[in-house]
C-alpha cells in the first residue's frame, strides 16, 4: 500500500507570492490533516478535510485555505507569502471515520523556503 | 501552560535505556501516542496505547500511562544511534477528529 505522498518536496518562493502544495493520502483514507513544522513553534495544526469538507480548522489567517478532492487528494494554498511562512509543511492521513481513533499517517512533507 | 508537555532535549549513551516523558492536561483522551521523526522526514507513528491501559510492550518499545497524573512515557531499551530522532507525544481527546501535539524532545545517542 502506498503510503501518503507530497509534493512537492522543496520550494523556493519570493514574498508576496501565492503557493500550492498537493497530498495525496493513503488509498481509502478520507480524512487529509495539515500542519506547519517550524522550530520555534513546533507542529502546529492547519486544518482537515474530510469528504471534501473541512471538518477543522487552527488558528491560522485567511491566507492559509485548502480543499479536498473527491478522490481525497488534498491542496493547501498559501496566498502572499511571508518570510514567516517558511517551514516544513506536513499532510497526515488516516482513515477518519469516527473520533475514536485518529491514527494519522504523515508524508515527509514540503519544504518551503520564503525569500 | 500547552496542553501536552515534554522535555525539549534527552542525550543518552548507546546501549542504554532512554525514558521519554510527556504530561497531557484532558483526562477525556482516549488514544495516546507517539511518533517519531527523523531528520528530513514525517512523522512515524512507533505505537498507541488506549486509555484503559496501563502499558504496552512493543520489542525495544514500553509505554507507560498514568492515567491519574496524566502521564505518558517511552522507553527504549538499548538504545541505538539510529533511534537518534525527535520524538512526538500525541493525544486524542474524546469526541475529537485531531490529536494535539506536544512540541518534541530530540533524543541525542552518543557512543
Redesign the interface.
Known amino acids: 500500500k502506498a503510503g501518503v505522498t507530497q509534493t512537492p518536496r522543496y520550494l523556493i518562493k519570493t514574498r508576496g507570492q501565492q503557493v500550492t502544495l498537493s497530498c495525496s493520502p493513503i488509498s481509502g483514507h478520507r480524512s487529509v490533516s495539515w500542519y506547519q513544522q517550524t522550530p520555534g513553534q513546533g507542529l502546529q495544526f492547519l486544518f482537515e478535510y474530510f469528504s471534501e469538507t473541512q471538518r477543522n480548522k487552527g488558528n491560522f489567517p485567511g491566507r492559509f485555505s485548502g480543499r479536498q478532492f473527491s478522490n481525497s487528494r488534498s491542496e493547501m494554498n498559501v496566498s502572499t507569502l511571508e518570510l514567516g511562512d517558511s517551514a516544513l509543511y506536513l499532510c497526515a492521513s488516516s482513515p477518519g471515520g469516527g473520533p475514536s481513533n485518529t491514527e494519522a499517517f504523515f508524508g515527509q512533507g514540503t519544504r518551503l523556503t520564503v525569500v | 501552560g500547552e496542553d501536552v508537555e515534554q522535555s525539549l532535549f534527552l542525550s543518552v549513551r548507546e546501549g542504554d535505556s532512554s525514558v521519554i516523558n510527556c504530561t497531557y492536561t484532558d483526562s477525556s483522551s ?2 495516546l ?1 507517539w ?1 517519531k521523526q527523523e531528520p ?6 512507533l505505537t ?1 496505547i488506549f486509555s484503559n491501559m496501563d502499558m504496552k510492550q512493543d520489542q525495544r518499545l514500553t509505554v507507560l500511562l498514568n492515567k491519574k497524573d496524566k502521564h505518558l512515557s517511552l522507553r527504549i531499551a538499548d538504545t541505538q544511534t539510529g533511534d537518534s530522532a525527535i520524538y ?1 507525544c500525541a493525544e ?1 481527546r ?6 494535539t ?4 524532545t530530540s533524543l541525542i545517542v552518543h557512543p
Open positions: 482516549t488514544y501516542y511518533y528530513g522526514a514525517g512523522l512515524q507513528l498507541y512526538f486524542n474524546r469526541g475529537s477528529y485531531i490529536p501535539f506536544g512540541r518534541g
